[in-house]
């Protein structure tokens, strides 16, 4: 056990100080401190991204990042991609393309793909899967996960034409 | 009156019934990161517990000093089986009719064995606890090879040994050797030794189906939460059987059943890690009656890996006997099944192999004979069947190797082989020589559908072409083509023969009808996401007429649904989904008679159809389900009492035997090792399709699955017993990269005595693509000389095999 120091960290828009141990893993200060339990622990490791959140632009596999490695950094986790009022295209094609089953590793794909298309609005399908290989499914095989994108990402970019 | 106006055919698809493709419930919540999963549960002065583990595969325990780790700041207790025993609680019985250590009690045998338990406020507190506890261990003889541990002094089990000195008898009859657990034979010895000893032509292979795990996402874990002014213990938990769960903790704990609630919340996939009992789950319940809080348990995925539930681990040896024109006489199978330190397979108590004796697979099998020993090692515990029925992938997997060695004897195509040998469609109900009854099936017609779609002999041509171009030195790529026909038997099972630990395996729905024409439904299953709120609904709303999406389905609260045996080999659709058309059809009488007084007829003179009863002959006079559940309530009729519930507990007279033909055509890079799945074509008839969209799902999951087993995954041990794959860095879950596209198509054979003719799909993906991507790989090598190669095929062992056969020469 070492001395708690005191961190700040904007998490989904919102302000979070609080005092922990530095040795504190980024994702249990999410799930334990913060109740955010919408990112999963699946590996402990950095294989299978059911931890993944968006860090100051980039996926990061929060189960391998030490809560004072996140200190002062703005945070976005799958509560903060769309709600019920709001959902996000890549929400909607996940369960219209049946892009999950058990759901254990669904926020994390989610986030990742978000980013990915942030990254890449027209990823082809292998792009999808290089870009998607950081987060592991145990159970659709990922084909209707990359369909899913797929869809999300041609509704985003009709949007956005719609728009301009 | 807008009903007067619809067409029928709209009235179809307003229900959202079995047959369409309907988007999954559960998935708002997942979508949203608001899934319910049992890490996510949070109570008040909740503690969490975490194991000591073994780092020996087999030693003596000396002492265990818990003083430092009392000293910890945030540990409030140490337990260890010295605790537990008073409480008769340092052992518990597995699912095997065995007994396992909860905690080490004075041996370790295997690596990652539960030492002992800290309590402390959180995950950290517990982590430093457990490093301070001292553990004395003199190391023991490591036996890690079954063959060797039969012929070994080395005791791993006193309990195996009688006063005498000799071996005592096991749950499954007379031991052999101390380290022996069991004989299990199937079929007629004489005759089928006497068949291949005169026969023709005989293939023999020897095949190590090895160990492997069937991981899922979320890991095990429980809550456990004992309310000492109540009595009541209640226990969250990744349960694949609440019931069964609660049942065994009140018969090991003495608290009756009614004080007991079991709940399995959402579930991060389950694949058959989730069936059995852990010591994880007896040691939160005892801290938690301690210290008077709730008590967390989650393993880490080392734990998960090393520890619980490995899945295979089969040693395998087939004889196969054929006329020389290929029609197969006889079949002998002998298989040496390493079950690590305790016998903890969640198999049918009278099944001790599982459904090993479906190894006849999809072949007229005049005589056939099968025989299994069941041997402790010092490996974990388990034997869980990995997204399949009992053992079905380890029977699949021999009989479709025995199948394409064979074919390699006869120098005969391996399609055709299987052609001449299925069963005939006018020969089901089929009595298989090891003793099933297939319930149904039309295998020609899907194999042929199978071959054309691929356009079988054009690939062998193209093959062929390979080869030549691969000895002229044009290529160094070879081509695979993997086939496979797979029988699965699922359902488990009639009562008259399958029971867990004496709990027989029927399974149950329960409806009540709300007076608006909505309803709930609870069943005895529980989804890790086969999406049975979906599914579920979708049988009750074809059966009683209310539209899918006004049906709520609930499990896992032990509390509100009825008992049942749980979700796992398949058996959720041929059991719980046969349970929940029984009851509707209950609703459904009740709902006749309710119509016929309100139309004023006789009970004979109305007939169901889509959402309605309507008078025969006359269907303007109707009354809609929805009219009906409200008279049911609010309306006296005489004779009728009111409300509009129903309950069914299913108990079915048979298994049900889904099917298929998978073909993988796969090109591999003999200087690399690396296969590259070109194409793979699955085949499945799982009877009348509830919600296609689901299915291809299971489909493509099971297949994934199956190319992880077949191609990379495995839980290997070195000579001293220790976990070479404890994590995923070497344990292969393939990610979205080495996945390919599959190719699904269906074939419809309902089952004739399901309610539906449903017969289960979640496994069959896995079970027939395992031998699938073997066969593949076999198959490239074949013109080259080779025969069979174990799996896993990892790039090293391809090369290897390539390099055996002088194709880097």
Not at chain 2, 13 to 31: H, I, P, Q, W, Y
Not at chain 2, 562 to 586: D, E, I, Q
Request: proline share 5%.
């Amino acid at each position: 056990m070492s001395k708690k120091q005191h961190y700040k960290i904007t998490v989904n828009g919102k302000e979070e100080e609080f005092l922990a141990e530095p040795r504190e893993l980024l994702i249990y200060t999410l799930r334990e401190r913060l109740n955010i339990t919408g990112p999963h622990i699946g590996c402990e490791t950095s294989h299978c991204g059911a931890c993944t959140v968006t860090i100051d632009g980039k996926s990061v596999k929060s189960c391998t990042m030490f809560v004072a490695q996140a200190d002062g950094k703005k945070i976005t986790t799958i509560e903060g991609i769309g709600g019920p009022d709001n959902l996000h295209p890549l929400q909607t094609a996940f369960k219209e393309h049946h892009g999950l089953q058990c759901g254990y590793c669904t926020p994390g794909m989610i986030t990742r793909a978000k980013k990915l298309l942030e990254e890449n609005p027209n990823p082809t399908e292998a792009e999808i899967r290089f870009g998607m290989a950081g987060n592991i499914c145990r159970c659709t095989g990922y084909q209707n996960i990359v369909k899913s994108i797929q869809a999300a990402a041609a509704e985003m970019n009709a949007a956005k034409e719609a728009a301009e | 009156m807008k009903d007067e106006v619809t067409s029928r055919e709209e009235r179809i698809e307003n229900l959202k019934g079995m047959g369409c493709s309907r988007k999954r419930v559960e998935d708002a919540r997942f979508t949203q990161g608001k899934g319910n999963y049992v890490d996510d549960i949070k109570l008040d002065g909740m503690l969490f517990g975490d194991f000591v583990r073994s780092p020996y595969a087999h030693a003596k325990i000396v002492n265990i000093d818990t003083s430092a780790a009392l000293e910890v700041p945030g540990v409030l207790a140490v337990l260890t089986a010295k605790d537990l025993e008073p409480l008769g609680l340092h052992w518990m019985p597995t699912l095997a009719g065995d007994r396992q250590m909860v905690l080490a009690d004075g041996k370790v045998l295997f690596q990652g064995q539960e030492v002992a338990f800290v309590v402390a406020v959180d995950r950290y507190a517990a982590a430093d606890g457990i490093e301070a506890v001292e553990v004395e261990y003199e190391e023991l003889e490591v036996l890690v090879d079954p063959f060797k541990a039969m012929k070994s002094d080395v005791v791993l089990r006193p309990d195996t040994v009688a006063e005498d000195g000799s071996p005592a008898a096991g749950a499954h009859g007379p031991r052999k050797h101390h380290n022996h657990i069991f004989t299990w034979e199937a079929g007629d010895k004489g005759p089928t030794f006497e068949t291949i000893d005169n026969a023709e032509v005989v293939a023999e292979e020897t095949m190590y189906y090895h160990r492997t795990h069937p991981c899922p996402l979320e890991t095990c874990g429980c809550v456990a939460s004992m309310d000492k002014v109540n009595g009541k213990l209640t226990l969250w938990g990744t349960f694949q059987a609440p019931h069964a769960i609660r049942t065994v903790v009140s018969l090991i704990s003495g608290i009756e059943e009614h004080n007991i609630r079991v709940i399995s919340p959402d579930i991060g996939g389950g694949f058959g890690n989730k069936v059995g009992a852990y010591p994880g789950y007896v040691c939160s319940v005892v801290a938690s009656i301690v210290t008077g809080k709730p008590v967390k348990w989650i393993e880490d995925r080392m734990d998960n890996l090393m520890t619980t539930a490995f899945a295979r681990d089969y040693h395998m040896t087939g004889r196969v006997s054929a006329t020389r024109e290929g029609k197969i006489t006889g079949l002998h199978c002998h298989v040496t099944a390493d079950h690590g330190g305790f016998d903890a397979c969640a198999d049918p108590t009278k099944f001790p192999a599982g459904f090993m004796n479906i190894c006849t697979g999809s072949y007229d099998i005049p005589t056939a004979f099968l025989q299994v020993d069941g041997v402790y090692t010092n490996k974990a515990p388990g034997g869980v069947s990995y997204r399949c029925s009992f053992r079905v992938t380890e029977a699949v997997y021999f009989i479709e190797r025995m199948i394409e060695v064979l074919a390699i004897e006869l120098n005969m195509d391996a399609a055709e082989l299987r052609r001449i040998n299925f069963i005939k469609k006018e020969q089901f109900p089929y009595k298989a020589a090891l003793g099933w009854e297939y319930d149904s099936g039309d295998y020609h017609t899907a194999w042929d559908k199978a071959l054309k779609t691929v356009d079988y002999e054009g690939l062998r041509a193209e093959q062929a072409q390979r080869v030549e171009d691969f000895k002229a030195g044009k290529t160094r790529s070879l081509m695979g083509i993997g086939l496979s026909f797979f029988t699965e038997i699922v359902g488990a099972g009639p009562v008259k023969n399958c029971d867990i630990l004496g709990l027989g395996m029927f399974d149950s729905c329960e409806i009540r009808i709300h007076p608006t024409g909505s309803a709930i439904a609870r069943l005895g299953t529980i989804s890790q996401g086969q999406g049975h709120a979906t599914t579920f609904a979708q049988i009750l709303a074809s059966e009683i007429g209310l539209p899918a999406d006004s049906i709520t389905i609930e499990e896992g609260d032990t509390d509100t649904a009825p008992y049942g045996l749980g979700t796992y080999g398949s058996r959720s659709t041929p059991v719980a989904g046969a349970a929940t058309a029984m009851a509707g059809r209950k609703i459904r009488a009740k709902a006749q008679m309710i119509a016929a007084y309100l139309l004023e007829v006789h009970d004979n003179d109305v007939e169901f159809d889509v959402d309605r009863f309507v008078v025969k002959g006359a269907p303007e006079k109707f009354k809609t389900m929805k009219e009906i559940a409200f008279a049911a309530y609010n309306q006296a009729i005489p004779g009728i009492e009111p409300g509009l519930e129903a309950v069914s507990y299913y108990d079915p007279p048979n298994m049900t035997y889904p099917f298929g033909a998978y073909i993988c055509v796969m090109d591999i890079d003999v200087d690399t090792g690396l296969p590259e799945i070109r194409r793979f074509y699955a085949l499945d008839d799982c009877g009348t399709r509830i919600n296609p969209m689901i299915i291809e799902g299971q489909v493509h999951g099971g297949l994934t699955e199956a190319l992880a087993v077949a191609l990379g995954q495995e839980i290997a041990y070195d000579d001293m017993g220790n976990v070479k794959t404890g994590t995923l860095m070497d344990f292969f879950l393939p990610t979205a990269w080495e996945v390919p596209n599959y190719e699904t198509d269906y074939t419809v054979t309902p089952s004739p005595h399901h309610p539906i003719g449903a017969k289960g799909v979640g496994e069959s993906p896995h079970v027939g693509g395992v031998p699938c991507f073997s066969n593949a790989i076999q198959d490239a090598f074949r013109p080259f000389g080779n025969r069979h190669t174990n799996m896993p095929h990892d790039h090293w062992r391809i090369w290897k095999t390539a390099n055996e056969l002088g194709l880097h020469d």
